[in-house]
């Protein structure tokens, strides 16, 4: 689930600034609590000290104030949590951004991002991200989960999730997506109901998906004969930390098949279909495939200027005939691949345009198992040609037949341009 995924990282990631990393005692002041359950909160001392170039810019007065009327005046005394106080101060802090990828994570909220990379975790197999108006959005249902069983599509807009058991009926209208996923996993076997609405439909549409251990496997590789030659489809699902050692199994596999084949090998149909992307050295790594050397994809850092990243190793599928299958659900390291690969006139695209998920984001752990994701680039395809919210355009526009999901045209099409190029 997701989105970001940046599991967006160098997946679309990293982590937090000094001030925060080691400064919590310069915001907040230096503090160990512990409480015991039952017993009266004494009253804390702490020592403020704000950096004077800190204190200039703001005025940490009135957060003591409101600190020490919490600690004086609420009720119920046995609710006032310092970690969760903190927790949600560096969280509001972060949010005033208005960045929905520039997020504080909670320990275990950092856990469930680590396990998007992995690739392993218990939920309905969702990536999720922000449309342009800035809501809670499939990025792309993951292959052979519930989601994509129930039909989930991407792009569809996801309005309320419903989770009985745990009381939670919520709103997603500004909500923000590391809530989103937090709200929407769970225990296997467990289920949760979502309200969807779908482009082209008059009215939104509930769904109940039963949750699941999730395993996403990133590379499949399959063999199509079509009209005497043997074509190679490769899919890549995700960017993650399973993706190397997967993808040199499956480009080993496609090399032993061509050479069996000869001259009756067809190339190779890479599908990026439903990718939310993933580490950007992914994208580098898989891009190098195919491509000999040049640019894969620049990094507008602001007033730091920009970052080329070029081809990093030899490739083993240098001169194979090659199209590329995109769609809504292919963001991020999958859209630098795909811009890249199109770019360079390595391959023609097919499908419909890409998600649009063009900004950078560092991650890096924090103490106490807390995680940061902040923006910090903008990817560029080597064009210079910006990736946010504009995404990537097919050379060949073709839609899935609603109607009949048995059918895939843009494979079919896929298939047409290679075996044009004979």
Do not use: C
């Not at 989930?152 to 309320?160: E, M, N, P, S, W």
């Not at 809504?328 to 998920?357: D, H």
């Amino acid at each position: 689930m997701k989105l970001t995924l940046r599991q967006i990282r160098r997946i679309i990631l990293a982590l937090i600034f000094l001030v925060l990393a080691g400064g919590v005692g310069y915001y907040f002041g230096k503090r160990e609590v512990t409480v015991i359950p039952g017993t009266p909160i004494p009253k804390i001392q702490i020592q403020r000290i704000i950096p004077p170039d800190k204190q200039a810019k703001a005025d940490f007065d009135l957060f003591w104030l409101v600190w020490d009327r919490l600690e004086e005046s609420y009720l119920d005394k046995s609710q006032i949590n310092y970690s969760k106080m903190i927790h949600g101060a560096i969280s509001g802090m972060v949010s005033s951004l208005e960045d929905p990828y520039t997020v504080f994570l909670p320990p275990s909220d950092n856990e469930d991002a680590k396990a998007d990379l992995r690739g392993d975790f218990e939920g309905v197999g969702i990536q999720i991200g922000y449309n342009q108006d800035q809501m809670v959005a499939v990025v792309a249902p993951l292959s052979g989960t519930p989601a994509e069983a129930a039909g989930i599509k991407a792009g569809d807009i996801i309005t309320r999730i419903v989770d009985e058991k745990n009381g939670v009926d919520e709103d997603t209208a500004g909500m923000s997506l590391p809530e989103a996923v937090k709200l929407i996993r769970g225990t296997k076997g467990s289920t949760v109901k979502l309200m969807i609405y779908r482009e082209g439909l008059e009215k939104p549409f509930e769904v109940t998906l039963k949750r699941d251990t999730i395993v996403v496997k990133s590379v499949e590789v399959n063999f199509e004969e079509k009209e005497g030659k043997k074509i190679a489809v490769l899919k890549l699902s995700r960017f993650g930390e399973r993706t190397y050692e997967e993808w040199e199994e499956a480009v080993n596999r496609i090399k032993k098949e061509e050479s069996s084949a000869g001259n009756a090998f067809g190339g190779i149909v890479f599908d990026l279909r439903n990718n939310p992307g993933g580490f950007l050295q992914g994208s580098i790594f898989i891009a190098s495939e195919f491509l000999s050397s040049g640019v894969v994809v620049q990094q507008d850092r602001g007033d730091l200027g920009k970052e080329t990243y070029s081809v990093n190793r030899k490739g083993k599928l240098l001169k194979e005939p090659l199209v590329v299958l995109i769609n809504p659900g292919s963001a991020s390291a999958s859209e630098i691949v795909a811009g890249a690969l199109k770019e360079r006139g390595r391959a023609e695209l097919i499908g419909e345009k890409s998600f649009g998920k063009g900004t950078v984001q560092e991650a890096e752990d924090l103490p106490g198992g807390a995680g940061l994701h902040i923006t910090v680039a903008r990817w560029l395809l080597p064009s210079g040609k910006t990736i946010d919210k504009e995404g990537v355009s097919p050379d060949y526009e073709v839609k899935m037949d609603e109607t009949d999901q048995t059918k895939d045209p843009q494979l079919e099409k896929a298939f047409e341009i290679l075996l044009n190029k004979q």
